[in-house]
């Protein structure tokens, strides 16, 4: 397993922007899907993007289409979330996770995991 340390977020007012940096120890970063999710108090873990180990295939959670965007850099061991258009309704705890094998959405089918970057969105 790789591990996993989110950094990026805080606190911002709506409509402001953030992205949100994991890296990767290991070598073996370049083999795994990755994948944002978060969770907001009370309420469970949501996916929110995951992409390929090539970067060829990325997901997105219908809340957040056209505002985030999931990319990589494998030479970094690095995977970014850029958030646009932030809404009070985005403020949770992101998570970082990643997985040997195809991409996919399912959080259960994750199993290294970060410790989570809070970001928090003032109206």
């Known amino acids: 397993q790789v591990q996993l340390v989110e950094s990026g977020g805080g606190l ?31 309420k469970e873990r949501e996916f929110v993007a995951a992409i390929s180990w090539s970067s060829s295939t990325t997901y997105y959670a219908d809340s957040v289409k056209g505002r985030f965007t999931i990319s990589r850099d494998n030479a970094k061991n690095t995977v970014y979330l850029q958030i646009n258009g932030l ?3 985005d403020t949770a705890v992101y998570y970082c996770a990643g997985r040997l094998g195809l991409v996919t959405t399912n959080h259960a089918d994750f199993n290294s995991w970060g410790q989570g970057t ?6």
Not at 13 to 42: E, K, N
Request: glycine share 10%; hydrophobic share 35%; aromatic share 10%.
């Open 12 to 42: 911002v007012q709506a409509r402001d922007s953030l992205r949100l940096s994991c890296v990767a120890s290991g070598r073996t970063f370049g083999s795994y899907a990755m994948g944002w999710f978060r969770q907001a108090p009370g």
């Open 87 to 89: 809404k009070p309704t």
């Open 118 to 123: 809070q970001v928090t969105v003032s109206s």
